[in-house]
């Protein structure tokens, strides 16, 4: 039973357009979304997250939507750059403190 | 300050042996969460240790265990290991309290043969 799904597996951008990566969830008590990014050969690193009482928050080039009533957000990067190509995991937290995450999409940044 | 750290990075083991993974997380963080990540089902959670007690598990196998330290430092270990428990596998840590944040270290990637 996944909680925390990203349906793309891979997503292709030209540089400077933008990236809108999706994530769709079953669980109404999450109560963060976080977004994820990693390169190969290590950890994943916190990019940006979103309280679920939220339903936008901004980060630079990076800006998440929630949108609770149809349990779905998206990550917007803008303008995507080479620097962006990698896994970005969502992930999802539950009140106890419990982190799901999904299976990654990978960004490809063509030039 | 310091960040996650997993030893050892690289590891490769038989069919049927038992593995420990270690993990120190970031000073002052007391909950260490562990993950799998495998190129079909991305990261999945195994368990989370909090103040030395295990307060959440995922839905792996009985042989996948571990432990955390007064120092906060976890230990996961697998044993019998099999073929498919080949993968990266991941440390988190976190205060535990507010900041939603996990801090990740580098992965032990195991290959058993």
């Known amino acids: 039973d996944q909680q925390v799904k990203q349906n793309s597996p891979s997503l292709s951008v030209q540089e400077g357009r933008i990236s809108i990566l999706n994530c769709d969830y079953t669980?109404?008590?999450?109560?963060?979304f976080l977004w994820y990014k990693k390169y190969p050969a290590e950890g994943p690193t916190f990019l940006i997250s979103?309280?679920?009482?939220?339903d936008k928050n901004e980060d630079g080039r990076f800006t998440v939507f929630l949108n609770k009533s149809a349990k779905h957000l998206s990550l917007h990067i803008v303008p995507s750059q080479p620097g962006d190509s990698a896994v970005y995991f969502c992930?999802?937290?539950?009140?106890?403190?419990?982190?799901?995450f999904g299976k990654g999409t990978r960004l490809h940044i063509l030039p | 300050k310091a960040g996650v750290t997993q030893t050892p990075r690289y590891l490769i083991k038989t069919r049927g042996q038992q593995v420990t993974l270690s993990c120190s997380p970031i000073?002052?963080?007391?909950?260490v969460s562990w993950y799998q990540q495998t190129p079909g089902q991305g990261l999945q959670f195994l368990f989370e240790?909090?103040?030395?007690?295990?307060?959440n598990k995922g839905n792996f196998p009985g042989r996948f265990s571990g432990r955390q330290f007064s120092n906060s430092r976890s230990e996961m270990n697998v044993s019998t290991l099999e073929l498919g428990d080949s993968a990266l596998y991941l440390c988190?840590?976190?205060?535990?309290?507010?900041?939603?944040?996990?801090?990740f270290g580098q992965g032990t990637r195991l290959t058993v043969v």
């Open positions: 988190a840590s976190t205060t535990g309290g507010i900041i939603t944040e996990a801090f």
């Open positions: 669980n109404s008590m999450f109560d963060y």
């Open positions: 992930a999802a937290r539950l009140r106890d403190d419990k982190i799901i």
């Open positions: 240790y909090f103040s030395e007690t295990q307060r």
């Open positions: 979103i309280s679920s009482i939220k």
């Open positions: 000073s002052g963080h007391r909950s």
